[in-house]
């Protein structure tokens, strides 16, 4: 069982449980490997697109809004790539002669 550093996962009834299943080991995902998880920064994206700056009255304005948010990232979705882009080449280099 794999978690992250969050409270409710460090609860006595999370930390008692794999005692009574021999079988499981839990183990805490690093401080800051958040950003290694792929749900993180897809969660982080559709928390800005749907929840950012907007209060709900009723439970249904959330799913409305997360409906929404799901729909429009869904139309642009695109592999994601972890990592930078490698650099575009230089195809006209300055090249520097000195004479002494």
């Known amino acids: 069982m794999i978690a992250d550093n969050l409270s409710s996962h460090n609860s006595l009834a999370t930390r008692t ?3 009574d299943h021999p079988r499981i080991r839990h183990a805490f995902i690093p401080v800051g490997a958040c950003r290694l998880n792929l749900r993180e920064a897809w969660w982080r994206i559709f928390r800005h697109q749907a929840l950012a700056g907007v209060s709900f009255a009723e439970g249904k304005d959330i799913d409305h809004a997360t409906r929404i948010a799901t729909a429009q990232l869904s139309q642009r979705a695109k592999p994601w790539v ?18 002494i």
């Open 17 to 19: 449980w794999p005692a």
């Open 82 to 99: 972890r990592g930078r882009s490698p650099p575009v080449p230089r195809h006209l280099r300055r090249q520097f002669t000195h004479s």
